[in-house]
């Protein structure tokens, strides 16, 4: 059995957390590798909806083992948080169904606090990052000053550790931003009894899926953000601090090449972001306000982490197939497409115009799309509701042709479609 994994094709929000939910059915381990808890991942089953930000959404299936990979950066307030929710939820989280590596990086108050010290500082250029602190602890990754998870294991030594860090960044904060000073010792004492609580979750993670796929299992590697805000291959700067392309899954959880199954691009059957940067497709019409919902459904368009309101647009196929080059996705799982009921027409955008020229694959990459102007066709819409149709001859003509010609366009086959929130309202396609 092979290592799968599921990618946001898009700009996160995709449902990947659904669609993992689902494939963990028949998988062995769910493992996060890249961000933080930036990410937010819904789940929703029998009548319960799991919001989960650094866990796997694995870890609503009793039988899997969830993984916190290297490649993510924690803040341990935010997972004893979630662990303590999903134990009120009857989620059973303990350290022989989550194993969290020593390599992943602790994310501080002072990262947060730098977060949004230079947000504030960039003005008008500013991301509109999620305030997690998450570009912070990846730049004392790479600057080679990060805490590490496997630290916690000696608590006494890892408070002295932050303790040293919140100063230094602390310098920053004052001297460079003009911001207010964060108490060091506080958060050490803090971080101390974190540690305490972690310490048992900390493992060899990378030794542990290397043996289980080389035993056979099958490991879901659940990708968080989406294509577009990867760090190398998204809209950059608008882009989060780390990669969150399908490569990534196996630096990010420390497995070699040569176990790769499937590579599932979740895509919703619209596009949607939230944050700054370019956006071809957006809209902001009565189009807008129906693809987004008025925010009384669960699953409408506001964030699940910080609960703004999402940026919302028609599909945008040359963003798509990129997200297919860079990830080499060998299935799309097409999401929310009960959403479209009542659209009288669909727009697909097939193509770019750039000064009279016609454009199909991005010339250089997605990080300036001012140049490109949206080339649409439209399809019809429908009328029927979606929810409870299990199979793709039962939707109606129209939606079919949507998804047909999706796949056309791509080149690359629809196997998922999800016609709601609910872990059974999909329909697989062979
Ligand atoms: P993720 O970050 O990619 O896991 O996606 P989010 O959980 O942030 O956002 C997806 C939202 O859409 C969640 O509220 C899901 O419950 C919801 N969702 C996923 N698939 C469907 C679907 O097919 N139909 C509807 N109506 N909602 C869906
Ligand atoms: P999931 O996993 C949607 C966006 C932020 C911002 C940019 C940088 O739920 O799909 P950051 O805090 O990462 O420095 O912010 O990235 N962003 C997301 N947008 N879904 C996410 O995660 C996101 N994680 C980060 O809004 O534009
Ligand atoms: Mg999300």
């Known amino acids: 059995m092979p290592l799968d994994i599921i990618i946001g ?10 669609i993992v939910d689902l494939l963990a059915k028949h998988a062995r381990y769910s493992a996060r590798f890249s961000g933080g808890d930036n990410a937010g991942h819904t789940v929703a089953v029998a009548g319960q909806t799991h919001r989960l930000h650094l866990i796997p959404s694995g870890i609503v299936h009793e039988h899997t083992t969830c993984v916190i990979g290297n490649g993510v950066v924690v803040n341990p307030e935010t997972l004893l948080d979630e662990i303590a929710r999903l134990r009120v939820a009857g989620v059973v989280v303990d350290p022989g169904r989550l194993r969290i590596s020593y390599a992943a990086h602790v994310i501080t108050p002072a990262h947060l606090a730098l977060d949004a010290a230079q947000e504030k500082a960039r003005g008008a250029g500013a991301i509109g990052t999620t305030l997690r602190g998450i570009g912070p602890a990846y730049t004392s990754k ?9 630290e916690m294991m000696e608590p006494s030594r890892f408070g002295e550790r932050v303790a040293a ?5 602390n310098e920053l904060l004052v001297n460079i931003y003009g911001a207010q000073p964060l108490n060091a010792q506080e958060i050490a004492a803090a971080y101390e009894k974190h540690a305490k609580e972690l310490g048992a ?3 060899d993670t990378a030794g542990l899926l290397q043996r289980a796929l080389e035993g056979q ?3 879901l590697a659940e990708g968080a953000q989406g294509t577009l805000l990867d760090l190398d291959h998204g809209t950059y700067p608008y882009v989060t601090s780390s990669n969150a392309t399908a490569p990534a899954a196996l630096s990010g959880l420390g497995i070699g090449l040569g176990f790769t199954g499937r590579v599932i691009g979740v895509t919703k059957c619209f596009q949607t972001r939230v944050g700054e940067g370019p956006f071809p497709t957006e809209l902001d019409s009565p189009t807008a306000d129906h693809l987004r919902g008025s925010g009384e459904n669960p699953w409408d368009e506001y964030g699940t982490t910080t609960g703004r309101p999402r940026r919302v647009g028609w599909l945008d196929i040359p963003l798509l197939r990129y997200a297919v080059s860079v990830n080499g996705l060998t299935e799309i799982a097409l999401t929310k497409l009960d959403v479209l009921t009542g659209l009288p027409a669909l727009s697909i955008c097939t193509a770019y115009d750039r000064q009279g020229e016609r454009i199909h694959r991005l010339p250089m990459g997605p990080a300036d799309l001012a140049p490109f102007r949206p080339v649409y066709e439209t399809l019809p ?11 793709f001859d039962q939707l109606p003509d129209q939606a079919c042709d949507y998804i047909l010609r999706i ?7 629809v196997r998922i479609v999800s016609v709601g929130p609910g872990r059974d309202q999909v329909i697989h396609i062979d």
């Open 9 to 18: 094709a898009q700009w996160g929000d995709e449902g990947k957390g659904r």
């Open 165 to 169: 860090q919140v100063e230094s960044i």
């Open 407 to 413: 796949e056309d366009l791509v080149e690359v086959p």
């Open 217 to 219: 299992a099958l490991v």
């Open 142 to 150: 790479v600057a080679r000053s990060g805490l590490r998870m496997g």
């Open 201 to 203: 979750f900390i493992a």
């Open 381 to 391: 819409g429908w009328e029927e509701d979606l929810w409870d149709v299990r199979s």
